[in-house]
């Protein structure tokens, strides 16, 4: 148990829809990421945030969107959503971000989207 | 950009025989991490091992150790008396810490590779 929580574990949705997920990170852990993994992609870094504030962006599309709010948990919400949305989402979480980095990111377990 | 590449999409190996996963990547920077990840079944992202590219020595974590030449910008996985429970997909992964305040600290990851153990 790597202590990161991501829900729902799977989420069945059709086209132009909206969902939202939410992770959880390690206790006391500042810095959280989202990835996504699709079969023709591979993991894809899509957004980072520390301590509430928006880090980095990676390969995230306009429909998409992140937020961390202050206790630290952080919801992705995906919009106007199409097929080739469908892909496992990952979070993860780490101590710090500028120059505090252990290296280490803990990945939750993911969650199943599946866009029909 | 850094770049990360596996260019092994599957392997398979006996039970209790030694692998080699190969990982080369790209990156400008000289201050980095390189990972392994595991990814069995029930998909949950596994750390392996890492490596601090200032250190010459390779890392080491029981039956997984790798071999890193920085010069050739390669960072292999030899997994050593494979057992059933090492079969996965294995990820290389780069991380290229920014401490200038730009930059994500978010990991590139290469394509993975099928590790199959043959009982």
């Known amino acids: 148990d790597s202590g990161v929580t991501q829900t729902p574990k799977h989420l069945i949705t059709a086209t132009g829809q909206r969902v939202t997920l939410r992770c959880s990170p390690r206790s006391g852990d500042l810095s959280v990421y989202w990835y996504q993994q699709s079969l023709d992609q591979g993991l894809q870094f899509l957004i980072q945030?520390?301590?509430?504030?928006?880090?980095a962006k990676g390969n995230i599309l306009e429909r998409f969107s992140a937020q961390q709010f202050p206790d630290l948990h952080s919801e992705l919400n995906l919009s106007s959503l199409e097929l080739g949305d469908s892909a496992l989402y990952f979070c993860?979480?780490?101590?710090?971000?500028?120059?505090?980095?252990?290296?280490?990111?803990?990945f939750g377990e993911g969650s199943r989207l599946t866009v029909l | 950009a850094q770049t990360v590449t596996q260019s092994q999409p599957e392997m398979s190996v006996q039970e209790a025989e030694t692998v080699t996963l190969s990982c080369t990547y790209d990156t400008s920077e000289s201050d980095y991490y390189l990972f392994w990840y595991k990814q069995p079944p029930s998909r949950q992202m596994i750390l392996v091992i890492r490596?601090?590219?200032?250190?010459?020595q390779n890392a080491t974590e029981n039956r997984f150790s790798v071999n890193f030449q920085k010069a050739a910008k390669s960072f292999s996985l030899k997994i050593s008396d494979s057992q059933l429970g090492d079969a996965a997909m294995y990820f290389c992964?780069?991380?290229?810490?920014?401490?200038?305040?730009?930059?994500?600290?978010?990991?590139?990851f290469g394509k993975g590779t099928h590790l199959i153990i043959q009982p």
């Open positions: 992964a780069l991380l290229q810490p920014s401490y200038s305040g730009g930059g994500a600290d978010g990991l590139t």
């Open positions: 993860a979480s780490s101590v710090g971000g500028l120059g505090q980095l252990t290296g280490e990111l803990f």
């Open positions: 945030y520390y301590n509430g504030e928006e880090r």
């Open positions: 490596q601090e590219a200032y250190k010459q």
